[in-house]
Antibody, heavy 117, light 113 residues
Framework: EVQLVESGGGLVQPGGSLRLSCAASGFTFSSYSMNWVRQAPGKGLEWVSYISSSSSTIYYADSVKGRFTISRDNAKNSLYLQMNSLRDEDTAVYYC??????????WGQGTLVTVSS | DIVMTQTPLSLSVTPGQPASISCKSSQSLLHSDGKTYLYWYLQKPGQSPQLLIYEVSSRFSGVPDRFSGSGSGTDFTLKISRVEAEDVGVYYCMQGIHLPIFTFGPGTKVDIK
């Protein structure tokens, strides 16, 4: 069974940093590209970042470019999102999601990040 | 940037009745590989999104056949032939013409009358 479990969310002040993690199991993590997608409270879904299986290709949404860094450790079956210079508008539930070639097929349960003073 | 719109934004349906959601993109989602990268997700209350339909009309594994997708180019439709109580939630269309960068529609909230 595919499982994606996010962790690392919490309350952080504007301008602060946070590192999210996603632990993957039930599939060969090193063979899949991964994504982060977020959802502000009561709002819709926003794609945040992509990383290829070998980490050779990375993309970011314009809203986080230069502030967020996606990475992965295939030996640990883990995906990460380093978030710096956090803003109020980054408050959201952050989901890690698996990319099966051309479709996002499995999502984690999400971790809540709250940016507030 | 491609903008996705959905109509209606909310829908109240009697169990057993059909429902339909429209999704429009600001640009054609037909890729040069011949595929159209339009997806539908359902986010049930308190849950993560779950994939229903990929590439316009292909049902994902385990998705009941009462769900169907259609459309082409910029206009797409998700239909539920007979709505059940478990179908409540928010339905999102998503485009992937510029894989792996995705854009979601605003969502359509479906509830039961």
């Amino acid at each position: 069974e595919v499982q994606l479990v996010e962790s690392g969310g919490g309350l952080v002040q504007p301008g602060g940093s946070l590192r999210l993690s996603c632990a993957a199991s039930g599939f060969t993590f090193s063979s899949y590209s991964m994504n982060w997608v977020r959802q502000a409270p009561g709002k819709g879904l926003e794609w945040v970042s992509y990383i290829s299986s070998s980490s050779s290709t990375i993309y970011y949404a314009d809203s986080v470019k230069g502030r967020f860094t996606i990475s992965r450790d295939n030996a640990k079956n883990s995906l990460y999102l380093q978030m710096n210079s956090l803003r109020d508008e980054d408050t959201a539930v952050y989901y890690c999601a698996r990319l099966e070639v051309t479709l996002i097929d499995y999502w984690g349960q999400g971790t809540l990040v709250t940016v507030s003073s | 940037d491609i903008v996705m719109t959905q109509t209606p934004l909310s829908l109240s349906v009697t169990p057993g009745q059909p429902a339909s959601i429209s999704c429009k993109s600001s640009q054609s989602l037909l890729h040069s590989d011949g595929k159209t990268y339009l997806y539908w997700y359902l986010q049930k209350p308190g849950q993560s999104p779950q994939l229903l339909i990929y590439e316009v009309s292909s049902r994902f594994s385990g998705v009941p056949d009462r769900f169907s997708g259609s459309g082409s180019g910029t206009d797409f439709t998700l239909k539920i032939s007979r709505v059940e109580a478990e179908d409540v939630g928010v339905y999102y269309c998503m485009q992937g013409i510029h894989l792996p960068i995705f854009t979601f529609g605003p969502g359509t909230k479906v509830d039961i009358k």
